[in-house]
């Protein structure tokens, strides 16, 4: 059966900057091709691109990924109960405890503080829930600990096994858009872990990339005029970059992950059309925020590939396994689009997965014209849409199956 992957391919132009630093403030690289290469992990791209999602998409289609989820499920015990506040986050870690499996306790270090009683207790990893979840798993809350919000009613209704299944179900339905796309680990209970949908790349230069550091000093505002010298010196490393970028997402399992619409003024491939929508929006727009007020690099991509095929998801990553010379005049971009203008259609030939009508150029300046040929021209608003149409109208003929 023909599957349907979404492939993103970008082009991006980035100043002097230090996106994403190691553990010793130096911006991470990667050897490709025998050359060294500015590098971008996938991690940080993932973490920009949920974060644009809060600009495109209703909070209660998101999701918190914290260690302080009983804290978070406690605000929406409260927002349905004032009178529960001083037992909410206790209440809270139980259903959470009972629904996920989670150890959920004080962290040692705020317990070595001896102000045991007063700190919250966290989770011992990460938990992604969705706001939906929480919802449900507030109202699980509500109804199990009584009118007086007990904690041992709690206990007890928990230990019914319906009402277990029910608190487990909470967080097993209802996935948001975020979830869906990037996956979740449970790792005490693997019947909750949800397959991710999209796979992104780490973002690698197309051509060698050194890293330059910036010696700086600060002047103390009151220093005297007989007072020499800097109020603070320091340096910084960054580097510049032409990137590649690139992405997937399976639209069958985000499909499976996120279920059909099941409201009746919208079609049923509504949930999946509007995520598809913004994850290629927020994966196109975004940049990660490392040291962004040192270097202000706010640039946009000069190009965009993107390609809806039927079998796999294909990277054109190997167009640049040689790296990209500089320009007569310097620069990379031009000869980056001509390389991929030569390397696409020859890749897709041979392998037989040309995609002539779910093909789309999204191009700026005249040093990407190479990649006319590539795909439909269109606006960033254009592709979006009509993505989302061509989605919509595979994810519709797979329901009717």
Known sequence: MPRTILDIHVLHVVPPSNLNRDDT???????YGGVRRARVSSQAWKRATRTAFEKLLPPEALGVRTKKIAEALADRIIDRNESLAPVAVQLAAETLKTATGIKIEVPK????????????????????????????LAEVTIEGSGPEGDLKVLQTYLKDKENKAKARQSVDSRHSV???????????????????????????????????????????????????GAGMIGTIDFNSAT????AAVDVDELTRNLGLGLRTDEAPSAPVEKAVGAFLDAFVTS?????????????????????????????????????????????????????????????????????????????????TDALEPLGHRVSLDALV?????????????????
């Not at 403030?25 to 050897?31: D, I, L, N, V």
């Not at 390609?307 to 998801?313: I, M, S, T």
């Not at 849409?385 to 199956?401: I, Y």
């Open 25 to 31: 403030g130096t911006p991470k690289s990667a050897y």
């Open 243 to 246: 990137l590649y970028r690139y």
């Open 385 to 401: 849409r009509e993505v989302q149409e061509a989605v919509a109208a595979r994810v519709s003929t797979g329901a009717d199956a």
């Open 178 to 228: 975020d979830i869906a796309l990037f996956g979740r680990m449970v790792a005490d209970a693997a019947d909750l872990n949800v397959d991710a949908a999209s796979q992104v790349a780490h973002a690698i230069s197309v051509h060698k990339s050194e890293i330059e550091s910036d010696y700086y000093t600060a002047v103390d505002d009151l220093s005297g005029a007989d007072e020499s």
């Open 287 to 367: 940049l990660p925020t490392g040291k962004i007020n040192t270097f202000g690099n706010h640039t946009l991509p000069s190009a965009v590939i993107v390609r809806l095929r039927d079998r796999r998801p294909v990277s054109f990553v190997g167009a640049f396994e040689e790296p990209v010379p500089q320009g007569p005049e310097g620069g990379y971009l031009r000869e980056s689009c001509r390389r991929l203008a030569a390397y696409v259609p020859d890749l897709e030939k041979q392998y037989g997965i040309e995609a002539p009508e779910h093909g789309w150029v999204f191009r700026v300046g005249d040093e």
């Open 109 to 136: 270090r705020k317990a070595r503080s001896g102000d045991e009683e007063s700190a919250a207790p966290e989770s011992s990893y990460l938990m992604f829930l969705s706001s939906r979840q929480l919802d449900a």
